[in-house]
Structure formats: C-alpha cells, structure tokens
C-alpha cells in the first residue's frame, strides 16, 4: 500500500509499504478514503524528530471501510463506513468507564510514562502506524471506530476523529457561564471550531489570529475577529471589548509552537540537530514550549476565569507566570480529547442538514495521498489560504 512516511524534519515522502494485517483479536483493517493533516502532526513535521523513526507512518484522522475485522470485533462488519478516533482506547478500563478515553490504562505508553495510544504519533504514544495510508490496523476496534451512514461526503464525518471532539471538550473545559464570552486564540482547525461550538451554545466569541485567510474565515461564521498583526497589546484589546475586565474564559488553540517566542524557537530548533540519543532526553526532561500566547491568555481572561487549553504542549521546564495565574484566580483544564466522550452531542449536530457547525466549510485543500508532502509544506507555512488539508486516497 501507499503511506506517508516519516524521514527527518520537513521530509515526508508517499511511499509503498508492506499492508497491515490482523496482529489481535480486536483489530480491525480499514481502508482508509479520507484522512487529513493536524496541527499536531506538524509538531512532527518541524521538532519532535527525536521520538520518530525514518518510515513512521504519520496521521491520526482517518475514515473509511471496514475490511477486516478480528474475531473479537462484533460491532463491525466488512463493508461498515467508519470514522477512527485519534485516540486508541479499549472502552472498558477503570479510565474509559469514566469517559477518560484518553488515559485508557489498556492502551497507556507506561514505557514512557505516558496516556492512551495514538495513531502515528511518536515512540512516547506507542509507535502505532498512522492513517495517512490507504489501509490501517486499527487496534481495539471492539470499541474505537465511530460508524457512520452512506450517502453524505467523507467530510461530512472526517474531523469526528479528533477536531471536533477536540474542540467540543475544548469549549466544555473552558466552562463558560450561560451567555458568557470567550477569546479563542488561534483560528486554524481547532480555533475554528471552538469558535463555532461555543457560539452555538449560546457564548460572545472572539477569536484572535495574525492570518488573514483565518481571520475572514471566522468572521464568515459571525466570530469578532482581532488581528494579532495589528495590536502590540491584543490582551488590552480584548479586554476593551468585555468593559474591561476580560472574557470568562480563553481557549488557547495555538500550543507549543507560538509566534512571538523568539528564544524558545531557537532552542527548539536547536535540539532538532541534535543526535536523536541526546535530542531525546533533552526534550523530555528540559524541553521549552513557545509560551506568548499561553501568557496572552493569562493576561486577557477576566479574575476568576477559565483558560482551556487545547493546543499541544510538550515542555518540562516551561516558565508559567504562577503569581499572576494565583493572583487572578484563574482555573486551568487541559488534555487531551477523549473522542469517544464527545460524539453523543455532536453526531445529531453533523447529521443535521442546516450544517449548524459549518463542518462543510473547513477544508480549504483536497489533495491526493500522493501530494500530501505539498500539503504539509503549505500548511506548515500557512501558504495559499490554507487551513485544513485533506488527503484521499482514491479507494
């Protein structure tokens, strides 16, 4: 089969590698006919090269058709149109029966001290193939894929397997008051979306990025929008627009890999070039994050407000302004989405026809697997209008 592979920093090739098969009882082989690019595999793409191998299979959301499935799997069946969570879980551990999905004590890295597995995401969430490939051992399967009806385009169902979900418990996290408000940092996929759950349920949203094409989006689904690139003070703006006190809650969407951290950047990029057996360890133990916009939300959210963080963060030692979080008040929820959590409110919201949450107008590049290199290089640099890449595969 064809599979976008892992090679070094910014160099991801479409290859033929060998097919998945059975490995347990409770897998199940999907051919895949839409994946997409996260944000977070760009993380892979630019700086955690240390926790990759060369020929890693990259990606984490996929759909497709059940192929096969093992003799364990009865909730599926060859010909079954799925959508496959992120996030591997067995469904029936101490953690999942609490709808932590994403701390499933089946499937946890404990290697590497780390939560549930992942879909082509690194040695620290257990080296399992991704799903930018056109077939995909999916483990767990008794529990994991999401099945879907025919008829509506793969779009229609795709970001089930992590954005929505993500930013569903994204908005549930930041615990906005009923006709509250809420700044979203960061508009790309996730930002997006946070933006329109939360102004579904009833919020004052104001969303806060430095692209244009981000900013129009957003604002096309009645978002308030401040451009980043045009205020050297955006928490004072935002705080302006809420009588001056700031929003009840922030959502940061942006992560580890900040603008505006100049000294974190370099560092980052630093331990790239570095041999993986000293690269590693540095990471885990000394890795710095780019915190301006995580400080930005400190800054802009109201005393005794809610940050919710949802961009990825990977630092040990980061910086974190702890008089002026403890002086505030301010509460913290972060994590990541425990996918499977969140599909119960959101399945009616992306079955409903009117398309409340805008899910068909996300995608801005439909590529096929074997240009997904050029997708990840102009979504790196956020080039011609991108936001959200899709890749299919033809099957």
């Known amino acids: 089969m064809k599979a976008l592979t892992w090679h070094g920093p910014r160099d991801v090739r479409v290859e033929q590698v060998p097919d998945p098969k059975l490995e347990a009882d409770t897998d199940a082989i999907v051919s895949v006919t839409t994946t997409a690019i996260c944000g977070s595999d760009l993380h892979l793409y630019e700086l955690l090269g240390p926790f990759l191998e060369p020929g890693d299979i990259l990606g984490h959301e996929p759909m497709g058709v059940v192929e096969e499935t093992g003799s364990a799997v009865t909730n599926l069946k060859p010909g079954d ?43 620290l969430y257990g080296s399992v193939p991704g799903g930018q490939a056109e077939l995909l051992r999916v483990p767990q399967a008794q529990f994991g894929p999401i099945k879907v009806p025919e008829g509506p385009p793969d779009e229609q169902f795709l970001y089930l397997s992590d954005v929505l979900p993500t930013s569903w418990q994204a908005v549930e996290y930041a615990d906005i008051p009923e006709g509250g ?21 009833g919020a004052r949203v104001i969303g806060i990025d430095l692209v244009a094409d981000r900013l129009n989006m957003a604002s096309r689904h009645g978002i308030e929008v401040v451009n980043a690139q045009q205020h050297q003070d955006v928490p004072e703006v935002v705080r302006d627009l809420t009588d001056g006190r700031g929003p009840d809650s922030v959502i940061d969407a942006v992560g580890m890999e900040a603008h505006g951290s100049p000294g974190a950047q370099l560092a980052q990029k630093m331990v790239t070039l570095l041999p993986d057996a000293i690269a590693e360890p540095l990471m885990s133990k000394a890795g710095l994050d780019r915190l301006s916009v995580f400080y930005q939300c400190v800054d802009t959210v109201r005393r005794g407000g809610t940050i919710s963080l949802s961009g990825v963060y990977a630092g040990a030692v980061d910086p974190l302004p702890m008089l002026r979080m403890f002086d505030k008040g301010v509460r913290l929820a972060m994590g990541q989405a425990h996918v499977r959590r969140w599909i119960e409110p959101l399945m009616p919201l992306v079955l409903d026809e009117s398309d409340p949450l805008g899910v068909r107008d996300l995608a801005t590049h439909r590529l096929p697997l074997e240009e997904a290199p050029h997708g990840y290089d102009i979504f790196q640099r956020k080039a011609d209008g991108s936001i959200k890449v899709l890749l299919e595969t033809g099957r």
């Open 81 to 123: 149109r799925v959508v496959v969570p992120f996030n591997i879980a067995c469904g029936h551990c101490w953690m999942c029966q609490r709808g932590l999905h994403a701390q499933c004590e089946t499937t946890q890295v404990r290697e590497h001290g780390m939560g549930a597995s992942l879909f082509g995401y690194t040695k």
């Open 181 to 201: 408000s809420v700044a979203v940092f960061g508009l790309g996929p996730i930002g997006q979306m946070c933006s329109r759950i939360a102004k579904h349920r």
